[in-house]
């Protein structure tokens, strides 16, 4: 079984309040996002259609997906209706000084 660790990822003033940054970490691509000062993590790919969500449209506390306009609640990468056909993975997520660290669990 493989273990869940803390990737540092970006730094902090790599994602002023209000914007998202694609990453990757583990096999896993990865949206940062900046609400109200909070950093949050999903996965970056729609699971309606293979698009990055961190090309869509970052809209109050939703993602919106920039091919078909599904959105996802940023803090738990719930799926806000159709066209999505399930939720999105979120991650942990913790600040280390200005290392924003994401908790995955890397793909073999």
């Not at 994602?15 to 109200?36: C, F, K, R, T, W």
Request: hydrophobic share 40%; charged share 20%; proline share 7%.
């Amino acid at each position: 079984m493989t273990e869940e660790t803390w990737i540092a990822v970006a730094p902090k003033s790599a994602v002023p309040e209000g914007e998202m940054l694609g990453v990757s970490a583990g096999g896993h691509q990865i949206a940062l996002y900046n609400l109200d000062g909070e950093i949050y993590a999903t996965d970056n790919i729609c699971s309606h259609a293979f698009a990055l969500l961190t090309d869509g449209y970052f809209d109050g506390d939703t993602v919106e997906c920039p091919l078909h306009a599904g959105r996802f609640e940023i803090k738990t990468g719930k799926g806000m209706g159709p066209p999505i056909p399930c939720d999105i993975a979120s991650f942990p997520v913790r600040v280390v000084g200005d290392d924003i660290q994401v908790q995955v669990t890397p793909k073999t």
